[in-house]
């Protein structure tokens, strides 16, 4: 199991923004590569960006695709952060404009849009495929 730091989006002025991090060490949500070998990837509160593992790759969760390059390097964003009333919810964005077709199970996902996951949620990335688990769902009920 691989450990995450925050992802910290690009400022203009050459600035990162801090994201604040649980203090704990709790662990909410694990995102599973289907059918590989790869370590699954535990989620804190945060922003991270999962993507193509490459040299030049900025995300925090770098997938083997064996050559493909049709996964983008920098491909969804997924944020976890405690909302008021709610609990932690799990946030899934894809990372730009223009990347291959991803689906959350079986919905094409579009720039922009911003969808709260569920536990057992599929997310299909061009190469691979990603399972994304909660020990606990009731800490994410709306």
């Given at each position: 199991v691989m450990k995450l730091k925050p992802y910290k989006?690009?400022?203009?002025?050459?600035?990162?923004?801090?994201?604040?991090?649980?203090?704990?060490?709790?662990?909410?949500?694990?995102?599973?590569?289907?059918?590989?070998?790869?370590?699954?990837?535990?989620?804190?509160?945060?922003?991270?960006?999962?993507?193509?593992?490459?040299?030049?790759?900025?995300?925090?969760?770098q997938i083997p695709t064996d050559g493909n390059n049709r996964m983008s390097k920098e491909h969804i964003v997924i944020e976890v952060k405690k909302v008021p009333q709610k609990g932690i919810v799990h946030y899934i964005s894809?990372?730009?404009?223009?990347?291959?077709?991803?689906?959350?199970?079986?919905?094409?996902?579009?720039?922009?849009?911003?969808?709260i996951l569920k536990n057992g949620d599929i997310i299909k990335l061009p190469d691979a495929s990603l399972r994304f688990e909660i020990n606990d769902e009731e800490g994410t009920e709306i």
């Open positions: 989006e690009k400022q203009s002025v050459k600035e990162e923004t801090k994201f604040r991090t649980n203090t704990l060490n709790y662990t909410f949500g694990e995102i599973k590569v289907l059918n590989s070998n790869v370590a699954s990837f535990r989620l804190k509160t945060g922003k991270y960006i999962i993507g193509r593992k490459a040299n030049s790759s900025i995300a925090d969760f894809l990372y730009k404009e223009k990347v291959n077709d991803t689906f959350l199970n079986n919905d094409k996902m579009s720039y922009g849009e911003i969808v």
